[in-house]
């Protein structure tokens, strides 16, 4: 089975503090997604990875940068919270192969930004 | 672009009940469809999809046919259960359209079975 972690379920920080989210997957996929999830907004796309040190933005990179250093870790930046943060975050994890479209999530981190 | 719109919940059923939760999408091209679901304090896990007009999805007693003709996806069930109760997300994929197999997600609708 695909497994993909995340560093810590539930995160308290404070605003202005620099805040690392880390992903990691054991199956060797190409690419690696991080979501936020927020009610009655379903969820939307920050920033994708589709090969180690490549990042592309999703819908909603303001705010945030990424990092993939080695192809199973993909890490969301939060270079200086705000209250506007507060929310889940998803990673995912998908393998580049033909009609392999679904894509494997992560627990969750539920970040709250005082 | 691509939009995925989904029924507002919760929606209460009481066990047993016929569940529908309904999903439409507009796309480019052929899009791949999901659907997703959220049980309470975990990610998301693949309950069914499909890939092509006409096909039906299953899994667990849940069904989904895409329909193109009326850009829809459907989620159905025939009788549920009190475990059903969690978050169900209808998303798509526009696959070859856009290599990166972003997946455009509706706003969630959440389902509360009681016994």
């Known amino acids: 089975d695909v497994k993909v972690t995340q560093s810590s379920r539930y995160l308290v920080k404070r605003t202005g503090e620099k805040v690392f989210l880390e992903c990691v997957q054991d199956?060797?996929?190409?690419?690696m997604f991080w979501y936020r999830q927020d009610p009655g907004l379903g969820l939307r796309l920050i920033y994708f990875?589709?090969?180690?040190?490549?990042?592309e933005k999703g819908d909603i990179p303001e705010g945030y940068s990424v990092s993939r250093e080695k192809k199973e870790r993909f890490s969301l930046i939060l270079e200086s919270a705000s209250t506007n943060q507060t929310s889940m975050y998803l990673c995912?994890?998908?393998?580049?192969?033909?009609?392999?479209?679904?894509?494997?999530f992560g627990p969750g981190t539920r970040l709250l930004v005082l | 672009g691509n939009s995925v719109t989904q029924m507002e919940g919760p929606v209460t059923l009481s066990e047993e009940a016929f569940l529908t939760i309904n999903c439409t999408y507009t796309?480019?091209?052929?899009?791949?469809l999901f659907w997703y679901v959220q049980y309470p304090g975990e990610g998301l896990q693949l309950l069914l999809k499909?890939?092509?007009?006409?096909d039906k999805g299953s899994n667990k007693g849940f069904e989904a046919t895409y329909r193109k003709e009326t850009t829809s996806f459907h989620l159905e069930k025939g009788s549920v259960q009190v475990s059903d109760s969690a978050v169900y997300f209808c998303?798509?994929?526009?696959?070859?359209?856009?290599?990166?197999?972003?997946?455009?997600f509706g706003s969630g609708t959440r389902l509360l079975v009681r016994p």
């Open positions: 995912a994890s998908l393998p580049t192969t033909t009609g392999a479209e679904t894509q494997y």
């Open positions: 199956m060797d996929h190409e690419n």
């Open positions: 990875s589709y090969d180690v040190k490549m990042k």
């Open positions: 796309a480019t091209g052929y899009p791949s």
């Open positions: 499909a890939t092509k007009a006409d």
């Open positions: 998303a798509l994929s526009a696959g070859s359209m856009d290599s990166s197999y972003k997946l455009i």
